[in-house]
């Protein structure tokens, strides 16, 4: 059972998303609204964690960390369905995993639709990971991203295969949509209890990014490139997400091909909840984010789901009050407690 904030958290925004996008919400409208709300969030960084703008030689935000491991970087794709930035939120989510995980990280501001459609976000994603390669060992990069930048992340490792670049050390995409050709069953089932669901008209990724073509392009869809040879990859999403699917359908073809994927899915939370830091579930997921990077970086030649999708996926509840965390996979005879 979800927290009683998360569960206030879906209601407030539910309500809000049908209330403010009653009517046609154009791009430029859109952009205004998220950027009061993005405002919002300035200057809430983790401690020893300061941010830099580059413009050149690409355009980005660097997120430093004084206490880094030497050398260790995160490549970060924001999310905000190729249209929108959103920054400060971002950079706050960014800092944290930057102070647990012992990195620094580089978010490109790669560039938006509708005035840059498909390709340009992925080029963009690979300019940055070329850049990085730069300075830094593939071994050193960790790629990350959320929601559109959680896509880019996925496409992007189909990409780095197939430039023939050398992999990061292992990627993680939070909430990601990884297939535009179809409706997935819980884009459908959930559409009452997804809180963003009322957001789709206004975003429209066919419409905006994809321009109606390119459904099974694998940089468009990742879900569709040959994910043979990826590194580490985990996924992470809510139960009520209408994206649940997607992540499942890109974990079962991972594993058919013997990558190494991982799949966390915590019941009852939204979208990239891991954004809303006053949640106690964003907290407890960023925690087993970290821990899965750590194992990720020690054990680059171990597979994370042993070879079974079974074993990939894995459910995570937090009791209300207590605050016991149940950890629970296919191939667990029973629950797994622990104390948060």
Not at 266 to 292: C, N
Request: glycine share 6%; charged share 20%; net charge positive.
């Amino acid at each position: 059972m979800a927290s009683i904030r998360s569960k206030l958290l879906n209601c407030v925004t539910r309500l809000s998303m049908r209330l403010l996008l009653r009517r046609e919400v154009s791009v430029p409208q859109f952009r205004q609204l998220i950027a009061r709300l993005d405002r919002r969030r300035a200057g809430r960084l983790a401690y020893g964690v300061s941010v830099e703008e580059q413009v050149s030689p690409i355009a980005g935000r660097w997120i430093h960390n004084r206490n880094c491991s030497p050398g260790k970087v995160i490549l970060y794709l924001h999310g905000g369905a190729f249209i929108v930035r959103m920054p400060e939120m971002h950079s706050g989510m960014v800092s944290r995993l930057c102070a647990q995980i012992g990195a620094s990280a580089f978010m490109p501001w790669y560039r938006l639709a509708p005035e840059h459609p498909f390709p340009a976000a992925p080029q963009d994603a690979l300019a940055a990971y070329r850049y990085l390669l730069k300075n830094y060992r593939s071994d050193d990069i960790l790629v990350m991203g959320d929601s559109a930048g959680g896509t880019l992340t996925l496409a992007l490792l189909n990409l780095i295969k197939a430039e023939g670049l050398p992999n990061p050390a292992a990627a993680v995409a939070l909430s990601p949509p990884v297939d535009f050709a179809q409706v997935s069953a819980t884009w459908l089932m959930h559409r009452w209890t997804e809180p963003m669901y009322a957001l789709q008209p206004a975003v429209a990724p066919q419409r905006h990014y994809l321009n109606f073509d390119h459904y099974t392009d694998p940089v468009a869809s990742p879900v569709y490139g040959d994910l043979y040879g990826l590194p580490p990859v985990l996924l992470v999403v809510g139960g009520v997400e209408a994206l649940r699917d997607d992540a499942l359908g890109y974990a079962r073809v991972a594993s058919v091909a013997s990558a190494p994927v991982t799949l966390h899915i915590w019941q009852g939370m939204p979208h990239v909840h891991m954004l809303h830091d006053f949640l106690p579930e964003a907290a407890l997921a960023e925690q087993e984010v970290v821990k899965w990077v750590h194992h990720a970086l020690r054990n680059p030649e171990e597979p994370s789901d042993k070879g079974s999708l079974k074993d990939a996926v894995i459910l995570f509840n937090r009791q209300p009050v207590i605050g016991r965390v149940t950890r629970f996979s296919n191939s667990d005879a029973t629950y797994m407690g622990g104390v948060a």
